[in-house]
């Protein structure tokens, strides 16, 4: 224990001195700034003459605006935030010399990993936690509206699976710079994996579920609405396979309580809409967590999967390669 | 006298894939004395020095390091013994007093205690009027200086030094293996310096072990060493018309 906190304090005055942390915390607060305020004003006008406005707060978070909302942005642009906190962790170390002479102190060795990956994860945290209080505050004044005891859990809830998410990218940084001797080799092979999860698979999962359940046309334009279903549900279950996917239907269901499912595709007449959208009233906050329950779960196990394979490597590394 | 050992090994092997980089090695190292250990490049030397630190695992043999042994306790043996590697790496953008104290704290030292004990180490390895700069801007001998400083803030009882004046300037090298008989003489502390370069070695140290190709093929003091090699007649031996005659016969 002793050796993880001298060199997790040490890590993190690194950090808190580095230019990168003042980039990316610069990049975000900047996001975060313009979407809150372009977002706030709309609303203002939105609510006006409203009574009592109630779950309008999150709109802060998930509105889209102009361009896009930040839940989104986190989504897409959040695991950069873990590689560029990660890849280079243990190689500069290599490079550097300095890792056999940290081995050769009295401290056990997985003390390092675990210390760069705490000091990874508490930055994450540190970031995400500030950015949501400073849209949060500039949302207060600009839309006039106070958040509810609900409408804070379902920010805290949003929070912990954010930090979990980067945190698994942050993993998957570590994990390649353990493997790598070369930071830019690290650097590209992280970035590699994340465009591959980010954007192929969800790409794929068309494709593959075509294969596995394609949708056979029949007369004139006609499907049969079960096999659409179908190929709906697998192309749903391959997308999962992205965290990013996974990542952004357990935050959209927890920052919007009007959605009460997580998959996109409900098939139903123009009546069934309406009648739906009348009776439309927000799910409550233990229901929507028990949506995301496997959502949230799996980011859990995946990001330990990481930590732990990440672990393992650099244990069982011979000596001589460091 | 088996107290008197700090190094104990018996039949200590280490093989890579079926390759054996050290065979059945056996050897024992006094207390306070200043050990050469010879070889050429890839003779397995440095392969010994991380077995002895327990950072990497034998494949076969025992071995004892200030009593302990380095497989299965390793951090009491990296409490009482430091090592230099050869090219020594430092946190480059940190000053020297940082690098020291972040070593220190992680031997559990607390920085009053390690403050006072940082200025004196800069002050033995002269390096206390560079001391403001970043390490990144020091030339190789002021860096391989640092190296040493670093190793003593733990105040081990035993050092291993990996080839510690390779790129050296003749000056610098000739400071170093100052201090390092002035380690040996003035703290007590047992030196194990591995080298290819004879002249030096005969000039610091007390007995020698050459290594070729994973084993120990002698060891001894140097003068014995030269009785047995090249007869008890001649006076001006060198290491090095010893060490021919080992590696020769290999």
Redesign the interface.
């Known amino acids: 224990m002793?050796?993880i906190l001298?060199?997790f304090?040490?890590e993190m005055e690194d950090q808190f001195s580095s230019t990168r942390f003042l980039l990316i915390s610069a990049l975000i607060v900047m996001v975060g700034v313009i979407v809150a305020s372009m977002v706030g004003m709309a609303i203002k006008e939105e609510v006006r003459g409203l009574p009592k406005p109630t779950l309008l707060f999150l709109l802060l978070f998930t509105a889209t605006g102009k361009f896009f909302s930040f839940a989104q942005f986190l989504g897409f642009f959040g695991p950069l935030i873990g590689i560029i906190l990660g890849f280079d962790s243990i190689n500069r170390e290599r490079v550097?010399?300095?890792?056999?002479?940290?081995?050769?102190?009295?401290?056990?060795r997985d003390s390092i990993i675990n210390a760069k990956f705490l000091t990874g994860v508490a930055i994450i945290a540190i970031i995400l936690v500030s950015i949501v209080l400073i849209i949060t505050g500039l949302g207060l004044p600009l839309t006039g509206i106070v958040p509810g005891a609900e409408e804070l859990w379902r920010l805290a809830i949003y929070l912990v699976m954010s930090i979990l998410y980067i945190s698994f990218w942050l993993g998957v940084s570590i994990l390649f710079s353990v493997i790598f001797r070369s930071t830019a080799t690290s650097a590209l092979a992280s970035l590699a994996v994340w465009i591959f999860f980010s954007f192929f698979v969800s790409l794929g999962a068309g494709f593959l579920a075509d294969a596995i359940a394609p949708i056979g046309q029949q007369a004139a334009g006609m499907v049969d609405p079960q096999l659409v279903v179908k190929n709906a549900k697998v192309q749903g279950a391959i997308s999962l396979f992205s965290p990013m996917t996974l990542y952004s239907e357990a935050t959209s269901t927890i920052l919007d309580p009007m959605r009460k499912t997580t998959s996109s595709l409900i098939l139903m007449g123009p009546l069934e809409r309406i009648s739906l959208s009348r009776f439309q009233s927000p799910l409550p906050l233990l229901q929507s967590l028990a949506i995301v329950t496997p959502h949230m779960v799996t980011l859990v196990a995946i990001t330990l999967l990481c930590f732990g394979v990440c672990y393992a490597v650099f244990m069982r590394q011979?000596?001589?390669t460091i | 006298m088996e107290a008197s050992w700090i190094i104990e090994t018996e039949e200590l092997t280490k093989k890579?894939d079926g390759f054996t980089a050290v065979d059945h090695l056996t050897l024992q190292i006094r207390e306070g004395e200043i050990f050469g250990f010879l070889g050429p490049n890839g003779a397995g030397k440095?392969?010994s020095l991380?077995m002895f630190?327990g950072?990497?695992e034998p494949s076969g043999g025992k071995v004892r390091v200030c009593g302990h042994d380095p497989a299965r306790d390793p951090?009491?043996v990296?409490?009482s013994?430091g090592?230099l590697?050869e090219?020594?790496?430092?946190?480059?953008d940190m000053t020297p007093r940082e690098n020291l104290r972040?070593?220190a704290?992680?031997?559990?030292i607390p920085d009053r205690i390690s403050s006072k004990k940082i200025e004196d180490l800069l002050q033995l390895v002269g390096l206390t009027e560079e001391a403001t700069k970043k390490v990144g801007t020091y030339s190789k001998g002021m860096r391989q200086r640092l190296g040493i400083a670093?190793v003593l803030v733990?105040e081990p009882k035993l050092v291993f030094l990996d080839e510690p004046t390779i790129g050296l300037d003749p000056d610098g090298t000739n400071r170093m293996l100052d201090l390092i008989q002035s380690l040996s003489k003035e703290k007590n502390i047992t030196v194990f310096f591995s080298s290819h370069l004879l002249e030096q070695v005969q000039r610091i140290c007390d007995r020698v072990g050459i290594m070729i190709k994973g084993s120990l093929v002698a060891v001894g003091p140097i003068q014995e060493l030269a009785k047995a090699k090249l007869g008890v007649d001649k006076e001006n031996y060198t290491l090095e018309e010893i060490y021919m005659k080992y590696f020769k016969e290999v």
């Open positions: 002793h050796g001298t060199i304090r040490k550097s010399r300095t890792l056999s002479k940290l081995v050769s102190q009295p401290i056990y011979e000596i001589r | 890579y440095t392969t991380l630190l950072l990497t951090l009491r990296k409490e013994v090592y590697p090219n020594v790496g430092f946190y480059d972040y070593i704290r992680l031997n559990r670093e733990k």
